[in-house]
């Protein structure tokens, strides 16, 4: 009597088949205790978002027992089943969500070879790769967060959640009534419609203002070119909240980890309904 191969189970079925066999075909469901789709996985195990997850599927990067998967609506059992992005066994990462106070000077880009600092040469390597959610320029300063939830990070940062970003700017100028029209109505910029969703004065000095400003959307440097519409110079910017966040007392250049209900608040942020704009 000889042996036989062993063979891997199919996704999501683990070592059974039987059962597999004799059923009806059904629809993909993740209502099975630990079973979820495949681009759901990918994102889980921090390889991108999971609109990009299904791309890579579609690219037949991905392969699941040894089998390549070329749709993302696959089910996969994190426990049993081997999944693979270009080789490379995945294994579903702890969950990190960090908040960093960002010094003026470093790059929110994972790679820059023309960027003198990175931001993630503040972290530990032990957190691996994470992505940094609604990026501030390297001349700004303050609260990033940062997580290998790349689901999460994708919401986050799209504009229709219109999560808050809050940001304390300090200009050359004075600022004048009249400027409230163009960052509350917003104003055209390089071809892209900017509006801020509120503007107040905190100090005003003779040459210079400083004002508290709260943006939903996150384009390129929005504010910098919102103030400078506005006839005013921004010389330092300092993001001090992001949706229920706040930078707090943190000293720059240092992090700490989101509580559990932290990280609550911010999933339940992107569960619900996106808001249209007018």
């Not at 089910?75 to 702890?94: C, H, S, T």
């Not at 070879?113 to 994470?130: D, K, T, W």
């Not at 799209?158 to 300090?170: L, N, T």
């Amino acid at each position: 009597m000889s042996d036989k191969p062993r063979q891997h189970p199919q996704p999501g079925q683990g070592s059974s088949s039987a059962a597999a066999k004799s059923a009806a075909p059904a629809a993909p469901t993740e209502s099975a205790a630990g079973r979820m789709r495949l681009a759901k996985f990918l994102a889980n195990a921090g390889i991108a978002s999971r609109r990009r997850c299904e791309q890579l599927i579609a690219e037949g990067r991905v392969t699941v027992n040894d089998k390549a998967v070329l749709t993302p609506v696959c089910l996969v059992d994190p426990e049993r089943d081997i999944v693979r992005f270009e080789g490379r066994p995945l294994q579903m990462a702890k969950k990190v969500c960090l908040l960093l106070h960002k010094p003026a000077g470093y790059t929110c880009s994972a790679q820059d070879e023309h960027a003198e600092r990175l931001v993630y040469e503040l972290l530990p390597e032990r957190f691996g790769r994470v992505y940094s959610v609604g990026r501030l320029d390297r001349d700004s300063e303050g609260l990033l967060l940062l997580t290998n939830e790349g689901e999460l990070a994708h919401r986050l940062s799209h504009p229709s959640h219109e999560v808050e970003k809050r940001y304390i700017a300090e200009c050359n100028g004075v600022f004048q009534p009249e400027m409230l029209k163009i960052f509350l109505d917003g104003c055209v910029d390089e071809g892209e419609f900017l509006r801020a969703q509120s503007v107040s004065v905190k100090q005003q000095r003779p040459t210079q203002v400083t004002l508290a400003i709260v943006l939903t959307e996150g384009k390129k440097r929005e504010l910098r070119r919102l103030c400078r519409q506005a006839g005013l110079e921004v010389v330092r910017l300092i993001r001090t909240g992001f949706a229920n966040l706040e930078l707090g007392a943190l000293p720059p250049g240092q992090w700490r980890e989101l509580s559990s209900t932290e990280r609550d608040a911010l999933r339940q942020i992107v569960r619900q309904p996106a808001a249209g704009r007018d």
